[in-house]
Each structure stands twice: as structure tokens, then as C-alpha cells.
């Protein structure tokens, strides 16, 4: 079952804690994505990997780290300098940077209380 | 600031009209790509316009890229409830990455 996975679907946080967001991907793809989703609002570009062990900042990176140690895998961790965390975290992938399809995760939902 | 816009950000149809959203940039467009995200839901890719003035149709959906290559329109014939979603355009701006306009919510009422 090929596909982009992400865990876990819901996330709680205490303030002033780190936590990271898991990305997995089986699709052989060299590109992956982080964006965040506020609700009524669009898709804003965190971080994105051309390839591994490369990584590139997005539009919003403050607050933000990511690694790709290996092809499938691009952790998001969302420190406590990021000053608003709630939000709804989307992975995608795709074959390679530039105009090319991107594939979704079923996303994680991050509540801090 | 914001390089993609979407009009409307909201409508509201009753089942069996039509509904169009439409997708404008200041700048010119290397290609544009539409998704649609069900509620709850992740984004899912429709479809991709490359040509100035291309226009492709998916069974009711028709997507049309503007002659300027800096506009795109979605339109969807005699709705149903299946369509329910948020409607987005994704811009891919030469020499930069992706840029997700602000979608288009959509309701149909049976």
C-alpha cells in the first residue's frame, strides 16, 4: 500500500515544549514538503527537501526545524520558539522539486495547551 | 505579501447549479495546479495547466489557464454534494517553489 503517512492525527502539547511530527513516505520520491494549514486559511510553505541530507527553508521556518537523514522519512520538530503552534501539519512529496504533482498526508492536528 | 488570490473565499449553491472559483497573480505563471481538500481532509490533486489558454475537462469540472498565463478558473457543472470542499490553486511562479492560493470554500445544499 503505497502511500504518504503521517503520525500522529492528533497532537497535545504543554506550552514550552518541543515536539516533533512524523513523515513518512514509500513513493521513492526525492522531494518532500512541510506546510501549515490555519483554519479558513490556505497552505503556507514551512520547510521542503530537494534530497536527502538537503533541506531549504520555507515562507514560515521560524520556530521550525526538519532533518532527512534518509529518502522516506522528513521529521518536522516545532520548538517552543514557535509563538502560535496550533495549527493543522500537512507533509507532501513528489518526484522532484519544481512543477510536478504533490501527494498529501492525512495530516497532524496540533492543540497546545 | 500575497502573490496568489482566490475569489470568491466563500459559496454557498443550492445541488444542480453551477459554481466557479477563480485564481489570479500579478505575475506571470510557469504552470498552475488545482487541489481539493474535503473537510477534515488532506488536499488532493485535480489536475495541471501548463499552456496559455489551455482548458481541460474532468467529467463537470472544466480548468481553464488564462491567455497571460496569470488567471485560472475552475467551473463546475450542475453541482451535487460530493463536491464539498475547499478548492485551491497552486501557482508555480518562475524560478520559485509552489504557492498555494487561499481556496475557495464551497457548500452545495440538497
Known amino acids: 500500500d503505497g502511500g504518504i503517512t503521517q503520525s500522529p492525527k492528533y497532537l497535545f502539547r504543554k506550552e514550552g515544549q518541543n515536539v516533533t511530527l512524523s513523515c513518512e513516505q514509500n513513493?521513492?520520491?526525492?522531494?518532500m514538503y512541510w506546510y501549515r494549514q490555519d483554519p479558513g486559511q490556505g497552505l503556507r510553505l514551512i520547510y521542503y527537501?530537494?534530497?536527502?541530507?538537503?533541506?531549504q527553508k520555507g515562507d514560515i521556518a521560524e520556530g521550525y526545524s526538519v532533518s532527512r537523514e534518509k529518502k522516506e522519512s522528513f521529521p518536522l520538530t516545532v520548538t517552543s520558539a514557535q509563538k502560535n503552534p496550533t495549527a493543522f501539519y500537512l507533509c507532501?512529496?513528489?518526484?522532484?522539486?519544481?512543477?510536478?504533482?504533490?501527494?498529501f498526508g492525512p495530516g497532524t492536528r496540533l492543540l497546545v495547551l | 505579501g500575497q502573490q496568489v488570490m482566490q475569489i470568491p473565499q466563500y459559496q454557498h449553491v443550492q445541488e444542480g447549479e453551477d459554481f466557479t472559483t477563480y485564481c489570479n497573480s500579478s505575475?506571470?505563471?510557469?504552470?498552475i495546479q488545482w487541489y481539493k481538500q474535503r473537510p477534515g481532509g488532506h488536499p488532493v490533486f485535480l489536475i495541471q495547466?501548463?499552456?496559455?489558454?489551455e482548458v481541460k475537462k474532468q467529467k463537470r469540472l472544466t480548468f481553464q489557464f488564462g491567455e497571460a498565463k496569470k488567471n485560472s478558473s475552475l467551473h463546475i457543472t450542475a453541482t451535487q454534494t460530493t463536491d464539498v470542499g475547499t478548492y485551491f490553486c497552486?501557482?508555480?511562479?518562475?524560478?520559485?517553489?509552489?504557492?498555494f492560493g487561499p481556496g475557495t470554500r464551497l457548500s452545495v445544499l440538497p
Open positions: 507532501a512529496s513528489s518526484i522532484d522539486v519544481g512543477a510536478k504533482t504533490q501527494y
Open positions: 513513493l521513492n520520491h526525492d522531494a
Open positions: 527537501s530537494q534530497i536527502v541530507n538537503d533541506f
Open positions: 505575475t506571470t505563471l510557469s504552470n
Open positions: 495547466l501548463v499552456k496559455s489558454g
Open positions: 497552486a501557482a508555480i511562479i518562475y524560478g520559485q517553489n509552489f504557492v
